[in-house]
């Protein structure tokens, strides 16, 4: 068991590494330089496309923090409406066959 131990580590390691795509539309004559601040607007009730995130607030604090932190780091402030910013997540299950060769060498056992 010892000797599958690092097989077991690796393989683990490979299978957390999934690749995640991000999309968002910004309307071209949209001009944000005159905004300062904004507020996060109603939340959508569309459905997320994976049960286990829909109505998940763990899942919501998650992607507000992140995108109130990118707002944060470009000078936006949160404060009462000028602005109102929304999410809606949307999750596709796809699946990549990857084929990999794993070359690992041990010293014999003494």
């Known amino acids: ?13 490979l299978a ?4 995640l795509s ?9 001009d944000f330089s005159r905004y300062q601040t ?4 109603p ?7 994976d049960p286990r995130l829909d109505n998940n ?18 000078g936006y ?3 009462d409406i000028e602005g109102v910013i929304n999410h809606q997540s949307r999750m596709e299950q796809r699946v990549k066959e990857v084929t990999q060769k794993i070359l690992a060498r041990f010293p014999p056992r003494s």
Request: charged share 20%; net charge positive; proline share 7%.
């Open 77 to 79: 402030r949160r404060v």
């Open 57 to 74: 607030p763990f899942f919501d604090s998650q992607v507000r923090a992140s995108v109130e932190r990118e707002l944060a780091a470009q």
């Open 1 to 13: 068991m010892a000797r599958r131990l690092p097989f077991i580590a690796l393989s683990a390691a």
């Open 43 to 49: 939340r959508d009730a569309l459905p997320t496309g």
């Open 16 to 19: 957390a590494c999934a690749t």
């Open 22 to 30: 991000v999309s968002s539309y910004i309307h071209p004559a949209a």
């Open 38 to 41: 904004y507020d996060w607007g």
